[in-house]
């Protein structure tokens, strides 16, 4: 159509062109009809051109659209995509509209920032949580208004690395908040905010509790533990059955409140950057070599291959603690004359800790859950061995505070190994200074 048009105009011109070439040489003054044909020609171009650049610019009163020629197409053709834009502009007007009212009633605070953390837009709950006023705290840094250090390192990485942070809110005494970071556009990120108060005050309770009742049964779980020690030996053989197996149940009873109370302070600390030190590992682990050969009592196969020049650091006890509990646990679910391996490396993604036995394994279904607390794979197998269901935990948590993962490789009858591997940058050398 529109080449039709265009060339219907050209052939216009032409033809009229012709005429009045013609006309000139009939009145002898071919120069001076081209030259009234030019110029009128250019006139009606530059009228147009005029008529189409004050409609464009939004001047349209007493601005016709009515023309002739390749002009006429040229409006009608404007005036159709104008209508077009318009009904495409009102859709997206209805739903930017629709996204701010669905963004006004969420229960969560949204904000949206720019590349340098200023705020550019936020929701009535991020207005009440933060008290913000508007249009007044906009284009402000957010950090401007949550003024707290985890949060600001934790905003500052949100490119790098994604995840949630917890931190206390530093706008109002003893609240809680967690917040998220989700990418918008490509200098843009909204941030959602929660109030975890009460779930922090329900989770503190809870620890709470557990330490204080581990403590309380400690003092007399002692008592019974020194009196039934004191019988153990009676003279009368059924007196002395019952009181070694009320013993062993005392016994794990206090392994039990021992690893209650490990598994509550890890879960209410955070290691402090400042005060992790170098860790001996190859020190540590040789410790915990002897202390499976007492455990053992000659009847496993104990290999240790460590890395005598590769230190770590972090919080010694805990991970002591956490790889006691590996090198226990693989004694104990192996049969008598069973090997057990256990390797200090590092690898390329970090220095990674293994622990390998040729056991009863693990069935692939329990897999995930064996680090749960007081999860068990089969009840049975648990109370045979005397284990607590928490020993696992104890070492998820130990590996989560020091940004470590753990995998687990199982096979049902096979064997397990337990692999932990700790970021790069926690490897350090014999020669390394303390930091």
């Not at 021992?258 to 590992?281: F, K, P, W």
């Not at 045979?384 to 505070?401: D, Y």
């Amino acid at each position: 159509m529109a080449a039709r048009s265009w060339k219907l105009h050209l052939s216009t011109v032409i033809a009229l062109a012709l005429l009045v070439l013609l006309a000139g040489l009939i009145a002898g003054q071919v120069t001076l009809f081209i030259a009234i044909f030019s110029l009128s020609y250019a006139a009606w171009l530059l009228h147009h051109v005029w008529r189409l650049h004050q409609w464009l610019g939004g001047r349209r009163r007493g601005i016709s659209t009515e023309s002739t020629g390749i002009w006429r197409d040229i409006f009608s053709k404007y005036s159709v995509l104008e209508q077009s834009n318009e009904r495409q502009k009102r859709r997206f007007e209805n739903m930017i509209n629709d996204f701010r009212e669905l963004t006004q009633s969420f229960p969560d605070a949204a904000l949206v920032i720019d590349g340098a953390d200023n705020i550019v837009w936020f929701n009535n709950a991020a207005q009440r949580l933060l008290e913000l006023k508007s249009p007044a705290d906009l284009g402000r840094p957010l950090t401007n208004l949550l003024r707290d250090p985890e949060f600001t390192d934790w905003l500052a990485v949100q490119g790098k690395i994604k995840g949630p942070i917890e931190f206390q809110s530093p706008r109002a005494e003893n609240q809680w908040l967690s917040a998220n970071s989700v990418s918008v556009r490509d200098n843009q990120r909204m941030i959602v905010l929660r109030d975890i108060t009460e779930v922090h005050n329900v989770e503190k309770i809870r620890r709470d509790f557990v330490a204080n009742i581990s403590h309380e049964l400690r003092t007399p779980l002692t008592v019974l533990q020194g009196y039934l020690e004191m019988l153990e030996n009676h003279d009368s053989s059924d007196v002395s059955t019952a009181v070694q197996k009320m013993l062993a149940q005392t016994l794990h009873m206090q392994s039990m409140l021992d690893d209650l109370l490990e598994l509550s302070r890890l879960q209410s600390d955070t290691i402090d950057e400042a005060e992790s030190m170098r860790v001996n590992m190859s020190a540590m682990l040789m410790q915990l070599k002897e202390q499976a050969e007492e455990i053992s009592r000659g009847q496993h196969e104990l290999v240790f291959d460590i890395d005598p020049k590769l230190h770590l650091k972090g919080v010694a006890a805990d991970l002591e603690s956490a790889i006691g509990n590996l090198i226990g646990n693989a004694i104990k679910f192996s049969p008598e004359g069973g090997p057990i391996y256990v390797s200090w490396k590092n690898s390329p993604v970090g220095p990674q800790l293994t622990v390998r036995d040729e056991g009863i394994g693990i069935p692939k279904r329990d897999i995930p859950r064996v680090t749960e607390r007081f999860y068990r794979v089969g009840t049975d197998r648990g109370r045979s061995t005397g284990g607590t269901g928490l020993g696992l935990a104890i070492v998820k948590h130990v590996m989560n505070a020091h940004q470590a993962t753990l995998s687990i490789d199982s096979e049902l009858g096979e064997g397990s190994v337990f692999t932990c591997t700790f970021p790069a940058e926690r490897a350090q050398g014999v020669n390394e200074a303390d930091s």
